[in-house]
């Protein structure tokens, strides 16, 4: 059974009225672009002409995966748990980016190989296991495991929203997840591992080629499983698990959502495979690098805000492209109209 969530579908009578309030502005007609688009998403969102950001927050789900040991990533497992450490002491770029822009940051131990203490400020600790299985050998974790991912990472949302949390965007952390990221968008997309696949951490061409050849022969050990949550089952990671439930929930608390970049996308892959309507919810930060990414934008049909070949992940580009929603926001809600500053329209 998949897991059910009750998202609302956008009430566009609204955006009628978003229009005309944003073509009103002190400008021609369009000439702030993308920045338009924004204000009336988010305006549809909150069901209202001033909508308002507060309390934002990034979440970053860590995990670890089975397929590590199958070679197909440039750096070893531990790094997984390493990095874990230095977001919860401040050092890595999304906890610079995140202060910088006023960003509440939260950890999760989705499933790292590694015991954290249970007093280890500024994690949340949600563990599923102690990594998943590999996917080469046969399905990564249990329906019932990827089932309690969705359902505890969407409680994690719930009470985020609680706070008067507004938007929220995901990151991840876990060495090989493009391999499992690669393997859901070829699934999902019906579409050639081949163009799925990419450099990840760094491979070069003989690592790639290996990295390759080990996705081709999981993906004829599992064959094509026939729901979304089979799919996000067989191949999916921990983290990923959690980033779907997460997505899922943040979409039916009605809130914005910033979508990261080639793990966050192949995440939100399996959630709008269970629920097509969260994508009204969602806003794509930026485009990766990681090869594939460009085309499952494309796939999905959605144009990020930035291109700046950053592929870090962590969240960094939801962190970079806060201020651009901001600042769709505040012209919606701070500009001067033609009437309010007695401006002359353009002549007719």
Same mark, same amino acid.
């Given at each position: ?25 002190? $400008?021609?007609?369009? *000439?702030?672009?993308?920045? #338009? ?5 988010? /305006? =549809? @969102? ?59 940051? $939260?950890?999760?131990? *989705?499933?790292?190989?590694? #015991? ?5 400020? /500024? =994690? @949340? ?68 591992? #081949? ?154």
């Amino acid at each position: 059974m998949e897991t059910q969530f009750s998202i609302s579908r956008l009430d566009h009578s609204l955006r009628e009225m978003l229009q005309r309030k944003v073509d009103r502005k002190t $400008k021609p007609l369009g *000439a702030l672009g993308a920045l #338009e688009n924004i204000a009336i998403q988010i /305006g =549809m @969102i909150q069901q209202t002409l001033t909508p308002k950001l507060t309390n934002p927050h990034v979440l970053v789900f860590a995990g670890d995966h089975g397929i590590a040991r199958e070679g197909v990533s440039a750096y070893p497992q531990e790094v997984t748990w390493q990095m874990v450490m230095n977001f919860l002491s401040g050092g890595a770029a999304i906890n610079v980016f995140c202060k910088q822009h006023g960003i509440e940051l $939260k950890i999760v131990d *989705a499933g790292v190989n590694h #015991e954290f203490s249970n007093d280890t400020v /500024g =994690m @949340i600790h949600n563990k599923t296991g102690m990594g998943t299985g590999s996917f080469a050998n046969g399905m990564a974790m249990s329906i019932e495991q990827a089932q309690s991912c969705i359902a505890t990472s969407a409680g994690i949302v719930k009470e985020i929203a609680k706070t008067g949390c507004t938007i929220i965007g995901f990151g991840e952390m876990g060495i090989a997840n493009t391999s499992s990221a690669a393997i859901l968008m070829s699934v999902l997309c019906n579409m050639p591992i #081949e163009k799925c696949v990419g450099r990840g951490t760094g491979l070069d061409d003989v690592t790639l080629k290996h990295k390759l050849d080990v996705l081709k022969k999981s993906l004829a050990k599992n064959g094509k499983p026939d729901t979304p949550l089979n799919v996000l089952a067989t191949f999916g990671g921990f983290e990923i698990a959690q980033l779907v439930g997460a997505m899922l929930q943040a979409a039916e608390s009605q809130l914005i959502i910033l979508i990261d970049g080639f793990i966050a996308s192949a995440a939100y892959l399996v959630a709008q495979a269970i629920e097509p309507l969260v994508k009204e919810y969602c806003i794509f930060c930026h485009q990766s690098d990681e090869q594939a990414h460009a085309l499952l934008l494309q796939y999905l049909q959605v144009k990020p805000l930035l291109s700046l070949n950053m592929r870090l992940g962590e969240g960094t580009g939801v962190a970079v492209a806060y201020p651009i929603i901001q600042s769709a926001v505040n012209f919606l809600n701070d500009m001067a109209s033609f009437e309010s500053a007695r401006v002359s329209k353009k002549s007719e």
